[in-house]
């Protein structure tokens, strides 16, 4: 047939993620979680059979089925988990040396074999270092078992993240690359691959306004206060310190500003923190109650509001990161190595201003849909602030073109780019009926 | 002239490592620990394709060789039984039946395949009781006669198996340990009957038979038995590893039919054959004094422990393997001490041998290295076997 493979279907194709992150709060470290979560889920939702392997809650069944058993969760490594509570990434080694010594048996007999017997081409979407050599094994047991060609083998790179580690030339020649952002595509060059790029997307859900109760009660309570927020990573790319040093700033100059923050367990947190008491804020850690609800979120937060700095140090809900990204004046996801820029999407879709850094955040048009911070000056941030004070048209348009722009990066939207791309890749595996 | 024949063969599989090291969570149970330790895809591999082309073949031809005359004594290693148990319980019953047989008798080796006896005494003593009583329930017989782990004897080691209760063993007939002596004789030391093996004579088969480039190349049975007979003294003590028979000497190289035209030719040539416990009945009352000294003789390499102990990576080996022995026994914890029982098994000694060195011994060294195994190198197979032991004393540490 022209094209050398059918157009994929459910009826005639099913995913199988592979990636360390995962949908469980155990699984959850960072945007991977995230992404995988969503894809799998549209996916599922599109009708494809889809399984998701990952390093799950040790607690919770190794198996389950989801979306009437159309997405179905392998938790690996749990053996292993339940010796590390403290998350994914913990016993990162055990984990990793399991996964890629368990799981290519496991993967060929119980999923690529059935599928291929029925019929159905697997596509393998592997994410991330941690992945990288498993797809390799997965590839071999896969030629070796003869169905090889009844499968597309895909990795995907969210990171740079030890990128050392990964053997390039095995990789590549077994499967495609893709990456999130043309940013990415240009540091892999450097590496002698060539990635397509396939961005990351948004949940529909994402679209719906937050609770306009839960906005106004946040806005109402800071009113005469210039709202800040910034969620990530305590890692010196997220440019937490030029954050803060803009809100320092921002204070000494009568801007009156707020901070509402969430970091992580990374020991930069420590020295941000340090810089922020160092100049004068006053740093105040929040606890939000587990589970009761984003009133109950936003009501610890308000309880706080005399702190210059809100340092929340447990889990927030969806609910709760949408209603501070639309109620805040600024979304501060300024960093200064972004391969995608994931919260900066986000916010755009709550309809937040967003000030995002210059790299890997194809999606954003400066003072367009969002603020594009070029540099690690924090005085462009405070410089940009003023600016939007100063013109509330400028404030509104952004808001509004912020979630236009999202809309174009739906997780549907970005499995239709994906699907796009695979019969090239087809031909270029070797796939045939 | 030597008119009896004892033919002895252990059969053993080892317990493979499994390489890279895999690391071992903190706070792991025994139960976590091990299946970090042993890589049993590779053991089961390996143990099936064995089984195929050495156990099944290899045990009816003694079966029938067994009905024609032949006598043959028989040690396992609980190692090779454990594997037969989880992968193949119908060769074990075919086993039981060559066992079974009135000319086959069993013999106790070192339930691990393990150098315990060079680490603990006492406790190799008590494992080779409770192996004869294994082996008992299993096969119905016991074993009366020991050999060790790759045939290891020295002074403390044969007072260790006569203090526990066994009437004979067994070593490698080398000049080293013999001097003057010959080893077609049963000698005893200390109160132990012992039944020195005839190393040049085991080895024409055991190694050399399908050695084109030896000399004696093609051997047939008429000139083994030939050669067997004219040997001088009371009795021909061969022992040989199982897996001499299309394991080490594939079908195609003739041993099969070697060995079916054997018992003719013996029985030609007037050689009886006699088991292990048959000869030291026999000559009994005519065995002679043997000194042992304290280093211990083997049936490897050149027949002294180097082949084991001989190069820096063994030696650093059998360092972790004393430390994780011991750590184990300080847990106080018997399935953490059962683990290390393994770890000490002489085959990771032995696979690492051809380290450093080249020649002959090296290279049958290097044939029992897992072939998967060389994808690291030489040096990261060094490197990873350390971590294997390391990864298991730093998991004991919870338990101490």
Same mark, same amino acid.
């Given at each position: ?19 360390? #992150? ?56 749990? !053996? ?127 679209? #719906? ?11 109402? $309570?800071? #009113? ?67 589970? $009761? ?34 109620? $805040? ?38 003072? #367009? ?41 739906? !997780? ?22 | ?92 019953? /075919? ?207 050149? @027949? ?5 102990? @001989? ?24 399935? /953490? ?5 393994? /770890? ?57």
């Amino acid at each position: 047939m022209p094209g050398g493979i059918a157009d994929i279907q459910p009826t005639n194709a099913m995913f199988v993620v592979i990636s360390f #992150e995962g949908p469980d709060r155990y699984s959850r470290a960072g945007g991977l979680g995230e992404r995988v979560t969503e894809l799998t889920d549209a996916l599922a939702t599109q009708g494809f059979t889809t399984h998701l392997i990952f390093v799950g809650d040790p607690a919770l069944p190794g198996r389950e089925e989801r979306l009437d058993g159309r997405l179905i969760l392998h938790r690996w490594c749990q !053996w292993i988990s339940k010796y590390y509570p403290e998350g994914v990434y913990a016993g990162e080694d055990a984990k990793l040396y399991d996964l890629n010594d368990s799981l290519p048996h496991y993967f060929f007999h119980e999923i690529a074999r059935p599928a291929v017997a029925a019929g159905k081409l697997v596509i393998v979407l592997a994410e991330e270092w941690h992945t990288a050599e498993v797809l390799c094994r997965i590839s071999d047991a896969l030629y070796y078992g003869g169905i090889r060609h009844r499968a597309i083998l895909l990795w995907n790179a969210n990171n740079v993240f030890s990128f050392h580690r990964v053997n390039w030339g095995r990789l590549s020649f077994v499967s495609a690359l893709l990456t999130v952002s043309k940013y990415m595509k240009h540091v892999m060059w450097g590496l002698g691959v060539n990635p397509l790029v396939v961005p990351n997307g948004v949940p529909e859900r994402f679209f #719906e306004p937050p609770d306009p109760a839960g906005v106004a009660r946040l806005r109402q $309570a800071f #009113e005469g206060n210039l709202l800040l927020f910034k969620i990530g990573r305590f890692d010196p790319d997220k440019r937490w310190i030029m954050a803060v040093e803009a809100v320092a700033r921002l204070k000494e100059r009568g801007a009156r500003p707020k901070f509402i923050i969430r970091g992580g367990i990374e020991p930069h947190g420590g020295e941000v923190l340090g810089h922020a008491r160092g100049r004068g804020l006053r740093v105040q850690d929040v606890w939000l109650p587990d589970g $009761a609800g984003v009133d109950r979120e936003i009501e610890a937060v308000i309880a706080a509001q005399e702190a210059d700095v809100i340092n929340i140090k447990s889990f927030v809900s969806e609910e709760f990161k949408r209603t501070c990204y639309a109620a $805040a004046d600024a979304t501060l996801a300024n960093s200064g190595h972004e391969p995608f820029g994931i919260v900066g999407l986000e916010a755009m879709a709550s309809g937040g201003v967003t000030f995002v850094g210059a790299t890997g955040e194809d999606y954003a048009i400066s003072f #367009e849909n969002s603020i594009v911070v070029e540099t690690d000056d924090p005085e462009e941030i405070v410089g940009y602030i003023y600016f939007l004070s100063d013109h509330p048209r400028v404030v509104e348009r952004v808001r509004a073109s912020a979630r236009e722009t999202a809309r174009r990066f739906t !997780w549907n939207d970005v499995i239709e780019n994906l699907l796009g791309k695979l019969r090239y890749l087809a031909v270029v595996q070797g796939v045939h009926a | 002239m030597a008119e009896y024949l004892a033919i002895y063969c252990v059969a053993h599989q080892p317990r493979r490592v499994k390489l890279p090291a895999q690391p071992i969570p903190r706070g792991a149970s025994p139960e976590d620990i091990e299946r970090c330790l042993f890589d049993e895809r590779m053991n089961e591999r390996y143990f099936r394709k064995v089984a195929q082309w050495c156990y099944y073949p290899a045990t009816e031809m003694w079966l029938r060789l067994l009905d024609r005359g032949m006598s043959l004594s028989l040690g396992f290693s609980l190692s090779l039984i454990r594997q037969m148990q989880r992968w193949d319980p119908a060769l074990l019953q /075919l086993f039981q039946r060559l066992v079974a047989h009135p000319r086959c008798e069993l013999v106790a080796v070192e339930p691990y395949h393990s150098f315990l006896m060079f680490i603990d005494l006492p406790y190799f003593g008590q494992r080779m009781r409770e192996a004869c009583e294994e082996l008992e329930r299993l096969f119905g017989k016991r074993p009366v006669v020991a050999d060790t782990t790759e045939m290891a004897m020295s002074d403390p080691i044969c007072d260790t198996l006569r203090r526990a209760g066994f009437r004979a063993g067994m070593l490698d007939g080398r000049p080293w340990v013999l001097e003057w002596r010959e080893s077609t004789h049963l000698y005893h030391h200390g109160g132990l009957k012992l039944l020195p093996r005839h190393f040049e004579l085991s080895d024409d088969v055991g190694y050399r038979f399908s050695n084109r480039q030896w000399p004696g190349y093609p051997l047939m049975a008429p000139t083994y038995a030939h050669w067997l007979r004219e040997a001088w003294g009371d009795l021909v003590f061969l022992a040989w590893d199982y897996e001499t028979f299309g394991e080490h000497h594939s079908r195609d190289t003739g041993i099969f039919e070697f060995m079916e035209h054997l018992p003719d030719e013996l029985q030609k040539r007037g050689i009886t054959c006699l088991t292990v416990g048959g000869a030291v009945e026999q000559f009994w009352d005519r065995s002679y004094e043997l000194p042992l000294g304290p280093f211990a003789s083997t049936w490897a390499g050149s @027949g002294g422990m180097e082949f084991f102990l @001989g190069n820096s990576a063994q030696q650093a080996l059998f360092q972790l393997m004393l430390a994780a022995y011991n750590k184990a026994k300080l847990t106080g914890d018997p399935k /953490l001490l059962d683990l290390a029982l393994w /770890l000490i098994q002489s085959d990771n000694l032995h696979l690492i041998q051809w380290y450093g060195r080249a020649g002959s011994e090296a290279e049958v060294s290097a044939y029992f290295t897992p072939q998967e195994w060389w994808a690291l190198g030489p040096h990261g197979i060094i490197w990873e076997q350390q971590c294997v032991y390391r990864n298991f004393i730093a998991a004991l540490e919870p338990y101490v």
